[in-house]
């Protein structure tokens, strides 16, 4: 089945027509899913800017055929078609959410598909064992925008770096924007035939925006790679502590040593196919 039929949810000759409400009297739930940015960081020209809320259609089978594509997986577009065969609106692109939102849109979906108990696993940081549990995925908590932009509608913010004193101004990425790097990062380490992984210094050049004023990639690049690691940690922790999005953490008791975990929900296959 080729991409253009998986996008297609509805059967030829039945595009205009109510079946599910007017031959089977049910129709497909929809659900308003609450943007952790509340849209304020998208241009004023976006129609994402100021949506506190987006409206998604409940999973149907359809959705799982784009789960099971093997073409989405190849490309990495999974997650993108899958938010965009749910969104009521058209003209969004799900590539232009920030990470955070698209969090919140994947958590809405999947609570919209098969409930909100998720069963993980995770390792005890103490002992080792590995703890099984079930999270309930509609009591996540929403982690909002704590810091201002640089403008309004403009997703730059500013952070002092600690030990070079320069001024940093970063951006949170979107999710076309997070996919490029990986794939760009994954490009490079086959061209270079290196076993080190750039997931740092990719991470920030794909985040930062400018150092001091100066926005030439090559410079900003040259200054990633040598900037000092508690500045590139620091730095680090203030983008990641003040991202909008879901808080995945979930506290855990270990079943054998009775140590408590703080642990991040790990999105698995469990995640969109639950076992029944």
Not at 85 to 98: G, Q, V
Not at 242 to 262: A, F, K
Request: glycine share 6%; with cysteine; aromatic share 8%.
């Amino acid at each position: 089945m080729s991409k253009t039929e998986l996008m297609g949810a509805v059967p030829d000759g039945l595009a205009r027509q109510n079946v599910m409400k007017e031959d089977f009297g049910w129709e497909v739930p929809i659900e308003a899913i609450p943007l952790p940015s509340r849209g304020t960081l998208y241009n004023p020209d976006s129609v994402l800017y100021n949506r506190e809320t987006l409206k998604i259609k409940s999973m149907t089978a359809h959705e799982e055929d784009i789960l099971a594509s093997p073409a989405f997986h190849k490309d990495g577009s999974t997650i993108t078609q899958l938010i965009k065969s749910c969104l009521t609106d058209n003209a969004i692109d799900p590539d232009d959410l920030i990470l955070g939102d698209r969090i919140s849109l994947m958590v809405g979906i999947r609570v919209t598909g098969y409930g909100p108990a998720y069963n993980a696993s995770s390792s005890c940081k103490s002992c080792d064992h590995m703890n099984k549990f079930e999270a309930d995925l509609s009591s996540l908590e929403i982690n909002r925008l704590k810091i201002k932009p640089v403008s309004e509608g403009v997703n730059e913010f500013e952070f002092n770096l600690p030990v070079t004193k320069k001024k940093v101004t970063f951006k949170y990425l979107t999710g076309g924007e997070e996919r490029l790097r990986n794939q760009t990062s994954k490009n490079q380490s086959k061209v270079l035939k290196t076993k080190i992984e750039t997931n740092v210094t990719s991470y920030l050049e794909s985040t930062i925006a400018s150092v001091d004023g100066i926005r030439d990639r090559l410079k900003i690049k040259h200054f990633i790679y040598n900037m000092p690691a508690f500045d590139s940690k620091k730095l680090r922790s203030f983008i990641l502590d003040n991202e909008p999005g879901i808080n995945m953490s979930h506290s855990l008791t270990c079943e054998r040593c009775g140590v408590s975990n703080d642990v991040s929900l790990p999105i698995t296959s469990e995640f969109f196919w639950p076992s029944t």
